[in-house]
């Protein structure tokens, strides 16, 4: 699987887009970039995945670069329930399907 | 309405006893997955299982083993509890097709004294 590297933390100001990135130089062709959060004391939550196009959905827009080698996960107006640790994953969906977690990025929005 | 649930929520015991943790999933999944958070916070996975194949992490003590009586459970059996095996126990659950949108549970605070 691609190793991700993401910044250890962010801040962002409540009611502001929070642009959280990753980067994942070593992607191969058939791997997605999965997006996870977890909120402190709970469970991971599913955000969003891609392969090659931008999707968006009603938690998150998701930018994938054209080379694939990077990706920004976009909160379009963040809240103070989005304060989380925000793991991007890659992985391709034909292998064993446990999930590799990083470090993450905690991010923290404040008021 | 909860879609991955977890019993207990807490669980605290001494070394040297055996356990079970409890997950169960009312989403029609037919893949189930045990990850441990240590302190440290990092996430690992443990197992994942459907009625085909069981996927152990290699570094899994074979104290640990999951049990699965049917396709909306898999419960987590831990014997010989050590003050290492302290940490928070997340089942999650997925479709086989895809496998990576996954749906966790609440977790189980699992302190061993």
């Known amino acids: 699987d691609a190793k991700t590297t993401q910044p250890p933390s962010m801040d962002c100001a409540e009611g502001r887009a929070a642009n959280l990135p990753c980067n994942h130089s070593?992607?191969?062709?058939?791997?997605?970039v999965y997006w996870y959060r977890q909120i402190h004391s709970q469970g991971p939550q599913y955000i969003i995945h891609?392969?090659?196009n931008n999707e968006t959905n009603e938690m998150a827009s998701l930018i994938i670069t054209e080379d694939r080698k990077s990706s920004t996960l976009i909160l379009p107006h963040a809240t103070l329930r989005d304060t989380a640790v925000y793991y991007c994953?890659?992985?391709?969906?034909?292998?064993?399907?446990?999930?590799?977690f990083g470090s993450g990025t905690q991010l923290t929005v404040l008021p | 309405d909860t879609a991955v649930s977890q019993t207990p929520k807490y669980l605290v015991t001494q070394m040297g006893n055996d356990k079970s943790i409890k997950c169960e999933q009312n989403l029609g999944h037919d893949t189930m997955y045990w990850y441990k958070q240590d302190s440290k916070k990092f996430l690992k996975i443990m197992f994942s299982y459907n009625n085909k194949e069981l996927i152990i992490n290699e570094t899994v003590p074979n104290r640990f083993s999951p049990k699965s009586p049917d396709k909306a459970h898999l419960n987590l059996h831990i014997n010989s509890l050590e003050l290492g095996d302290s940490a928070v126990y997340f089942c999650?659950?997925?479709?086989?097709?895809?496998?990576?949108?996954?749906?966790f549970g609440p977790g189980t605070r699992l302190t061993v004294t």
């Open positions: 070593t992607i191969s062709g058939n791997e997605y």
């Open positions: 891609g392969l090659k």
């Open positions: 994953i890659v992985r391709s969906s034909g292998s064993a399907r446990q999930l590799t």
């Open positions: 999650a659950s997925s479709h086989h097709g895809t496998g990576l949108e996954q749906y």
